[in-house]
């Protein structure tokens, strides 16, 4: 329940999404965006899983991950 | 010691055979002898017998020949059981009304006493036969008539060697055969696929796509670098041939001749992409030049995406060492995207973690160990077993930057769309809004609490202005709802 029991770097985030959009960023907003990207990480994985357990894949693979990208993507457009 | 035990031999046969049982030893027999000896002469010379039951006995032993020879018997009774099976459906045929006949022609035929040839004899013998039942009166029957007389007695010698033999071909010649040829060629046609090959190129080239989206602004110099490449692919290993045959420091002379046209110090991936190149080239010296071409393309798929990243730079400003790397990213680029990306070219000067975005910031990617840590969890939650291999990781990074410059570009339509030009918590929870993360029943509180750590978590609820800017902009109805 608690994926992010450790610290994600911060500044890193912060980065990140200054580099993309070309704007500042206020003091805690990269934690909204870190908690963004863990929901989209979980729509990610659960989407994964799906594709992988009807492919009969064994597990989470490349693949799977790689068709579940697109959709979660679309997903989390804004 | 076999012909001492012939003499009883030859004794032996001749009464079974007629006495009209012989379903074990004319089975023996005809599985010994069959190659060589057709049946006719078989029957009547029954010393004949004896004799392949000489032969019969070495060929035995060996299974082999027990195989063949029930191969040969097999066919035998391919092309025999059809006969027996018309004598046998012409005998019943024929003798239903026949023995219905022949009391009636006897009963009316007593005065005139005259009885044909043909149909008389057979009732004779069959008489005879089932009375007598002796050697003789078959010899003759079989000599004389062809199919009437046979049939009553034929049966009985030639069913149960067929009966026998008709097993045997079924039971294990087909079996073996059978399984023979399904072994070879199921196991020889299925184990090599290419699936497997084909994937981790069509994943590198996934990849790389990406990664070479901040180069995609320059696509018409990437084309152009290409093309040189192309034409000078096949040029240039043999200026670097002429010059390694020479002297034997080759690699060195010409990483020199790189470095001083490069305009960018980073030799890192060239050098580990040219480095395994040199010695191949001094090692033989005319034969190279399509070796040279050879071998980094069979390297280039171990590169890292950065260094791909790196040999694209190096190809784009020295065209004559990079060829092939060129080769790769460029075809790469061309089949998966186009380019769309904003006008920057920025060359990224460390191996890993530095991107550009297209407005032409650099920034590092989010270590994969993060990454790894988030989805690991994340898939346990969601019920998949195992581990994250290094491809799928990659694949989620891959993901995971994708992700990030959506969210980037959302978020500057929005603060831009509200005249700021500082993204604020505002921006962010009208995303969540519009990506239907949150709605008036799962606050962000809710998710913060269920995905952030503790310290993260104090960090969003303690300052001041973040709770008031969330209670003034977004969640005015969750905030009613709270206090209710």
Redo the contacts between chains.
């Keep these: 329940m608690a994926p992010g029991q450790k610290m994600y770097p911060r500044a890193t985030v912060k980065k990140i999404v200054k580099a993309h959009s070309n704007c500042n960023l206020s003091k805690n907003v990269d934690v909204m965006i870190f908690l963004d990207y863990a929901l989209f990480m979980q729509n990610l994985m659960k989407e994964a899983t799906i594709g992988a357990k009807q492919g009969g894949e064994r597990g989470i693979t490349a693949r799977s991950v790689r068709k579940a990208t697109a959709d979660s993507l679309a997903k989390f457009k804004g | 010691m076999a012909r001492e035990s012939h003499p009883p031999g030859d004794g032996t046969p001749t009464r079974r055979a007629t006495s009209a049982e012989p379903s074990t030893s004319i089975s023996r027999l005809s599985v010994r002898t069959p190659g060589s000896q057709a049946r006719g002469p078989q029957r009547p010379q029954q010393g004949g017998l004896s004799v392949s039951g000489r032969k019969a006995a070495p060929l035995i032993a060996t299974p082999h020949a027990r195989a063949a020879l029930r191969a040969i018997d097999s066919r035998r009774a391919a092309i025999l059981t059809p006969h027996r099976g018309r004598r046998q459906s012409l005998r019943a045929a024929r003798e239903t009304p026949r023995d219905f006949l022949l009391p009636l022609a006897r009963a009316l035929a007593r005065n005139t006493q005259a009885i044909p040839s043909s149909s008389s004899s057979p009732g004779d013998q069959r008489t005879s036969s089932s009375a007598a039942g002796d050697g003789d009166t078959l010899f003759g029957g079989d000599a004389a008539d062809d199919d009437d007389d046979d049939l009553p007695k034929r049966p009985r010698l030639s069913l149960p060697i067929d009966m026998e033999d008709e097993d045997d071909s079924d039971l294990q010649p087909h079996r073996s055969a059978g399984l023979e040829d399904e072994n070879m060629t199921a196991r020889s046609i299925e184990l090599p696929r290419r699936a497997l090959s084909e ?1 981790p190129g069509s ?1 590198y080239s ?1 990849a790389s796509n990406r990664m070479s989206d901040f180069f995609s602004g320059n696509a018409n110099e990437m084309l152009h670098s290409e093309d040189v490449g192309i034409d000078s692919g096949f040029f240039p290993p043999i200026n670097d041939l002429n010059e390694e045959t020479l002297n034997f420091g080759p690699g060195d002379i010409s990483a020199y001749e790189r470095l001083d046209s490069d305009a960018a110090g980073h030799r890192v991936g060239e050098e580990s992409g040219f480095g395994i190149e040199v010695p191949d080239m001094n090692e033989s010296t005319f034969m190279i030049a399509p070796q040279v071409q050879d071998s980094p393309t069979h390297q280039a798929p171990e590169f890292s995406e950065s260094e791909y990243a790196n040999e694209i730079l190096d190809a784009r400003s020295d065209d004559e060492s990079d060829q092939e790397p060129a080769e790769h990213n460029a075809s790469r680029e061309d089949v998966a995207e186009p380019a769309t990306h904003g006008t920057a070219e920025h060359r990224a000067k460390k191996k890993k973690s530095i991107k ?4 032409g ?7 994969p160990a ?2 790894k ?3 690991q ?3 346990k ?9 290094p ?2 990781l ?3 990074v ?3 930057d ?15 769309h509200a005249g ?6 505002s ?6 809004r ?2 239907r ?1 949150t709605n008036p029943h799962t606050t ?1 509180f809710a ?2 609490q ?4 503790r ?2 978590l104090q ?2 609820r303690m ?1 001041p202005p ?1 709770p008031l800017k969330r209670r003034r902009t977004a969640d005015v109805g969750e905030e009613h709802e709270d206090v209710t």
Aim: aromatic letters at 8%; glycine letters at 4%; a positive charge.
């Design positions: 994937q994943r996934l550009v975005s297209k407005h910031i650099e920034y590092p990617s989010l270590p993060v990454v840590r988030l989805a969890t994340f898939a939650t969601s019920g998949a077993k195992g581990k994250i291999s491809d799928t990659k694949a989620i891959q993901a995971s994708w992700f990030f410059e959506q969210l980037g570009d959302d978020l500057q339509a929005y603060a831009k700021r030009k500082t993204i604020e918590e921006d962010m929870l009208t995303l969540m519009r990506q993360q962000p998710l913060a269920r995905y952030l750590p310290e993260l960090e969003l300052p973040i």
